[in-house]
């Protein structure tokens, strides 16, 4: 699943070499979108998968920035929201059939985590 992950994400990366600009710039707003987090937002809960790797749960990713994209207190953070989708739109035709992903709803410090994650991967394997 793992390999399957990482060859997706090459094939992503290497038609969005352009990009990687891009990617460093999403990592740059994320943090700040992590370090920003207030208590209000403190008590959104958003499905997060459990493994970040699993290929299965790109969909589910997309799903919760979408989530985060509709509270209010990220209103601020459109310029992510924005190039992130520029991310999905380049990973969105390359997906298979998705399976199933095992998921848990936390709060969105967690998710944000997860995400950062994400792209990191996603950024290396562009690079690779």
Do not use: W
Request: aromatic fraction near 8%; include cysteine; glycine fraction near 2%.
């Amino acid at each position: 699943m793992k390999t399957h992950l990482y060859l997706l994400l090459l094939a992503a990366g290497i038609s969005a070499a352009p990009q990687m600009s891009s990617m460093a710039e999403l990592l740059t707003l994320l943090q700040q979108m992590y370090e920003s987090m207030t208590k209000d937002i403190q008590n959104l809960r958003i499905e997060t998968p459990d493994n970040i790797h699993d290929v299965n749960c790109i969909n589910t990713i997309f799903e919760g920035t979408e989530q985060l994209k509709t509270n209010p207190a990220m209103k601020k953070f459109s310029v992510f929201f924005q190039k992130f989708e520029r991310l999905k739109q380049s990973l969105t035709p390359s997906l298979a059939k998705e399976g199933r992903c095992d998921t848990e709803r936390r709060n969105a410090t967690i998710f944000i985590e997860k995400l950062m994650t994400f792209i990191r991967k996603a950024s290396k394997n562009a690079r690779a």
